[in-house]
């Protein structure tokens, strides 16, 4: 017993010291345009790309959050969303909007929804041959996606599934108690705050995710001893601390239209948002649209999440689904390969069958 127990001490100091279980492992891609802020990664061997295509199912376009790596679609072997999506025979491709800082004060959401994320698409659309393709995006992923398809109607998309995508601020704690403190004084001192930092730094992201999963870490050291001879268990718990590690920052514009326009005037919740004279209404979308939400998601309520059924009723085809997990759990995980990612193929399947 006193053995065991010394391993298990051991094991947690060599981790907690930096020991890596297992490699980094991505599954196989081509990057074929590279761009600090738009990069574009198609996934997939050349045998799985030329059976997708030769089955005629359009590609699907994987939308990252802001502030988020994009390696959140592919955190590692059972992690990894773009390896579900192959494997239900479709080719995902992801964008990547990389790192932010000072250089970027000045990029805003238009800059994601009127430019990059509509040349991504064109992109894909040129290198694979379908005349439209889908959308699945995560958290603020799903918010440009929804922003892009209001002001660009035409777009080649056929869908959108937004996953853990909050649209209404006001159900989402604590922003409501932000807002009435910060009511007297016109919310200026959260504005002026983020107009001298210039945005919100990639520490202060960093340290912001891991408080929302304060439980996670005050038990990971009880977690590791526990599992100290379970290799799988403690390479998972590894790929969820690299990709805590690896988030961005918010650019400096992006973070106080979060503030202005979505916390504290919560236009989205109205769905018409107005970008300082550039107004987006997201009433008039009119594709296909699948949402998810979770009653234990501690970044974007179940519903924050389930408002949208309300808002983009005028699609006349919107689908909501509950998977009961975390905010990332929603994406990469158990309840992720067991739900999440089975009905996003079963709406696209759907659409699929329709079109025959």
């Not at 599954?27 to 990069?39: A, E, G, K, N």
């Amino acid at each position: 017993m006193a053995a065991s127990r010394w391993k298990r001490v051991q094991t947690l100091a060599r981790i907690l010291g930096g020991h890596q279980v297992a490699p980094d492992t991505e599954t196989p891609h081509v990057t074929f345009f590279d761009d600090p802020q738009r990069t574009l990664r198609r996934y997939g061997t050349a045998e799985q790309v030329s059976a997708a295509r030769a089955s005629g199912r359009p590609p699907i376009l994987l939308v990252p959050p802001l502030a988020v790596p994009a390696r959140c679609y592919d955190l590692g072997p059972g992690q990894s969303a773009v390896e579900h999506l192959l494997a239900a025979g479709r080719i995902p491709y992801v964008v990547d909007f990389g790192d932010v800082g000072q250089a970027h004060r000045q990029v805003g959401f238009e800059t994601y929804f009127d430019d990059i994320v509509p040349q991504a698409i064109d992109r894909v659309l040129a290198d694979y041959p379908a005349d439209e393709l889908d959308v699945a995006a995560w958290s603020l992923g799903g918010t440009v996606s929804l922003l892009m398809l209001a002001a660009h109607p035409d777009l080649p998309v056929r869908s959108l599934t937004a996953i853990g995508t909050p649209l209404d601020y006001d159900a989402v704690t604590p922003y409501p108690l932000v807002k009435r403190v910060m009511r007297p004084v016109g919310g200026a001192p959260i504005t002026g705050a983020l107009k001298v930092m210039g945005g919100i730094p990639a520490p202060l992201v960093r340290i912001a995710y891991r408080a929302l999963a304060a439980d996670r870490e005050l038990k990971k050291p009880l977690y590791i001893m526990r599992n100290a001879d379970d290799h799988e268990a403690l390479a998972r718990m590894q790929v969820i601390d690299r990709f805590q590690n690896a988030m961005p920052g918010y650019a400096g514009k992006v973070s106080l239209q979060m503030w202005e326009n979505f916390v504290y005037r919560d236009e989205l919740a109205s769905g018409v948002v107005d970008f300082d004279g550039r107004v987006v209404d997201l009433t008039t979308i009119r594709k296909p649209i699948q949402l998810f939400g979770s009653h234990r998601d501690a970044i974007a309520s179940w519903d924050a999440a389930h408002h949208g059924v309300e808002l983009l009723s005028g699609s006349s085809d919107v689908h909501f689904q509950t998977v009961e997990t975390s905010h990332l759990g929603l994406i990469a995980g158990d309840a992720a390969a067991e739900q999440t990612w089975p009905r996003v193929e079963e709406f696209l399947d759907d659409l699929d069958t329709r079109e025959v």
